[in-house]
């Protein structure tokens, strides 16, 4: 694809400070597009842009927790005064909760619900509204439509493939997929994309900074390093999701099931839901 695909447009990602979503900030730059990057870190978020200006126009960094509305509501309002309506929101921002439902604190799903699921709630209506309004205000063009923008909701393979190790997290991805189907029917209209994103697992920091439940203390960070294992002998780089994501975007695709992983598993909610409903009864490993 052209290196300056996205030549003048603005985009915005969040939990953009590392893993999924400074790749796909900088996959962005790197065709052109000016990238405001907002995560919770924000020496994090500038980093990504520090590197975003070696490639491209680069952008600017905010700190900002998408479980607050508040904090979500000001930061949409300060990129459209300081910058403008964007043209592509990544929500991307998310956490790990691990373990038995039983032993998964109400805080957890606090938590856990306000990042994955809220945090791309606030996202999608806050500047999918700024897309509606910037659609609606300019006069149309029945030759050349006009582009309203384009939103990717980052879910997960997990989405679709239910496994009693992670109630929450699969339930959070599963919201996420849904909203995001729901949500491009809704815009349509307005010619704004919608793209959910399912990566399977990929080389990011999520199990790292994960929450685990159940068990002692000595077990769950047993757990943490078995993860953090796995995910590095999958050996998927997060740019690669990103190359995805970008052509995503540029296709308007609707669903991305990422890697063979998260492919294998999208058919076979498909053609064998029995089978996935076996796989889900296999436990956290903990020896």
């Known amino acids: 694809m052209p290196l300056a695909y996205f030549d003048g447009a603005l985009a915005v990602v969040t939990g953009a400070g590392g893993g999924l979503g400074r790749a796909t900030a900088l996959a962005l730059a790197g065709r052109g597009a000016t990238v405001i990057a907002a995560d ?27 479980a607050d509305r508040a904090a979500m509501e000001a930061f949409a309002a300060r990129v459209r005064e300081e910058h403008r309506v964007p043209d592509i929101v990544v929500n991307n921002a998310g956490i790990v909760v691990a373990g038995p439902f039983l032993d998964t604190a109400a805080e957890d799903w606090d938590r ?12 999608s209506r806050l500047f999918g509204k700024q897309m509606v309004d910037r659609v609606n205000a300019l006069p149309n063009k029945p030759d050349k439509p006009n582009f309203g923008g384009h939103i990717v909701n980052i879910a997960s393979a997990a989405a679709y493939a239910p496994w009693r190790g992670m109630p929450a997290y699969c339930t959070t991805k599963a919201a996420v997929l849904m909203l995001s189907e729901c949500l491009r029917a809704d815009l349509a209209g307005s010619r704004i994309g919608v793209t959910a994103v399912c990566p399977g697992f990929a080389g990011t ?6 929450t685990y439940v159940g068990g002692d203390a000595a077990s769950r960070e047993r757990l943490r390093g078995q993860a953090q294992r796995m995910l590095r002998l999958r050996d998927y780089p997060p740019e690669r999701v990103a190359e995805q994501i970008v052509n995503a975007i540029i296709k308007n695709r609707p669903v991305i099931p990422v890697n063979f992983e998260g492919r294998l598993l999208r058919t076979l909610s498909r053609v064998s839901p029995a089978s ?12």
């Open 40 to 66: 919770i870190d924000l020496a994090a978020a500038e980093r990504t842009i520090a590197q975003a200006k070696a490639l491209g126009p680069g952008g600017a960094a905010h700190r900002v927790d998408v």
């Open 112 to 123: 856990i619900l306000g990042v994955n699921l809220w945090g791309v709630i606030h996202g």
């Open 205 to 210: 920091d999520i199990a790292a900074h994960g």
């Open 276 to 287: 996935l409903r076996l796989l889900a009864r296999i436990p956290l490993a903990q020896s």
